[in-house]
């Protein structure tokens, strides 16, 4: 079975637990349509990505 040579330290336990913290997500406000989206993501509802036409939105029927 593996052994740790030496103890962990304070320092280096905590480095390794800063990643647990759940952070939330940052969203910006789009240039176009105004609406928030995650930066470096496909805004879904015009289908643009940086300038670009990626896809076109479905329309929903209203039932």
Excluded: C, N, W
């Amino acid at each position: 079975m593996a052994v740790p040579k030496r103890k962990t330290s304070r320092m280096k336990r905590g480095f390794r637990r800063s990643a647990d913290a759940i952070k939330a997500p940052t969203y910006i406000e789009d240039k176009d349509s105004g609406e928030l989206r995650r930066p470096h993501h496909v805004d879904l509802k015009t289908g643009m990505y940086r300038g670009r036409q990626i896809f076109t939105p479905k329309v929903r029927e209203e039932a």
